[in-house]
């Protein structure tokens, strides 16, 4: 049996440095919990009213991933995967966890745009970059040979060994056909830099290779009657 401890603690403030034009808004948040122990995320975003619903702002972040139970306590077989090349004995991975592990890093930068072109017609546009450090992946950590029967065991545990980024540009529309139809429009491109994993379950999903560069969504909102709301949605990937 085994405890586990969390507590938040959370402080947030904004500072009008231009009255209604320039805005500081500054953003803490406190974390302890049994695995690292004291994590601090704090964030901070500028927003300046270039003129009546015109908007431009950019903010930056620190975020931080907590290991998991099962990063740290997990001991687990997925029995024969193969054979050795050399003596042709079957390969048994066991996959460990690792109490040592370290809380994944994320630090977040964006600048946009936000602008209400009339009372039916709004837009957004953003540029963002991220910056990952000690990201988990499983990594061999040993090699042994066991009898009864003879089989050959890898030992696999997570690691805080990858570093990577994304970047990006996002754009998005809402436009309010009449009074009850409403339509949104987004696309968003990404880039990875990342490293692929070596071996075992993935940690993050960043950098795993599953996220589409090219994201278009289309939702359109239709307020019928007796209260009924109906919404379609389409996406390309």
């Known amino acids: 049996t085994r405890t586990i401890n969390l507590a938040n603690l959370f402080a947030h403030g ?11 808004t500054l953003g803490m948040k406190y974390e302890y919990n ?11 975003k500028l927003s300046y009213v270039v003129a009546e619903g015109h908007t431009l702002w950019s903010s930056a972040a620190r975020a931080v991933a907590l290991p998991s139970r099962l990063e740290d306590d997990l001991r687990l077989s997925n029995g024969s995967s193969g054979s050795d090349p050399q003596t042709g004995l079957p390969v048994e991975v066991i996959l460990l966890g690792n109490r040592s592990l370290q809380s994944e890093n994320l630090h977040a930068f964006e600048v946009g ?8 017609v709004s837009v957004d546009l953003a540029a963002f970059y991220n910056q990952y450090e000690d990201t988990t992946q499983y990594e061999p950590i040993g090699t042994e040979l066991a009898s009864d ?17 994304t970047r ?10 009449a009074e009850t139809v409403r339509t949104q429009l987004s696309y968003s491109l990404v880039e990875l830099d990342f490293p692929r994993a070596t071996v075992g379950p993935p940690s993050s999903g960043a950098g795993s290779g599953l996220d589409p560069q090219h994201q278009v969504k289309f939702r359109c909102s239709v307020d019928l009657p007796a209260g009924i709301l109906w919404d379609g949605y389409f996406f390309y990937v």
Do not use: C, D, M, W
């Open 34 to 44: 049994s695995f690292t122990q004291h994590e601090y995320q704090p964030s901070a």
């Open 113 to 120: 745009y936000r602008g209400l072109l009339s009372s039916r």
């Open 14 to 24: 904004e500072i009008g440095i231009v009255p209604e034009r320039l805005v500081l």
């Open 149 to 165: 029967p003879s089989r050959i065991l890898v030992s696999v545990a997570p690691r805080n060994s990858i570093s990577g980024y």
């Open 168 to 177: 990006g540009l996002e754009a998005g529309t809402n436009l309010q056909l």
